[in-house]
């Protein structure tokens, strides 16, 4: 079972500007903001952006994707959408993919350190 997952940032400014509205279409807040890091989450962080540890720079891992669950297709939207507009590329417009499911609708964007994340719902509407 996981816990949280963490991703490597360079800058936590450039970062905040980016997840705060992106996370909180998502229905999360930032629960953590501390010298070297910011997390996400409802209660508990379960999602946080990190300063590398040895001072160097974060890289992007080599096919490191988050996926985030929501509720209803207008969710994935408007993460996309949010994304977008704070500096977020995308790697995928929101819609259907139904090579992984019928009702698998997603969308897909690349943070401004290039960490690759998700928005998916199986729902209908």
Known sequence: MLHHISLGTTDLERARAFYD???????MR???DVSDAIGYGVGI????LNLPAD???ASVGNGVHVAFEVE???????FFKAAIAHG???EGA???RPEYDANYYAAFVRDPDGNKIEAVTFTAA
Request: hydrophobic share 35%.
């Open 21 to 27: 509205p992106v996370m909180h279409e998502l229905g």
């Open 30 to 32: 930032r629960t953590l």
């Open 45 to 48: 962080t379960v999602f946080s």
């Open 55 to 57: 001072g160097g720079g």
């Open 72 to 78: 209803k297709r207008a969710a994935v939207d408007a």
């Open 88 to 90: 977020g590329s995308g």
């Open 94 to 96: 929101p819609g259907l």
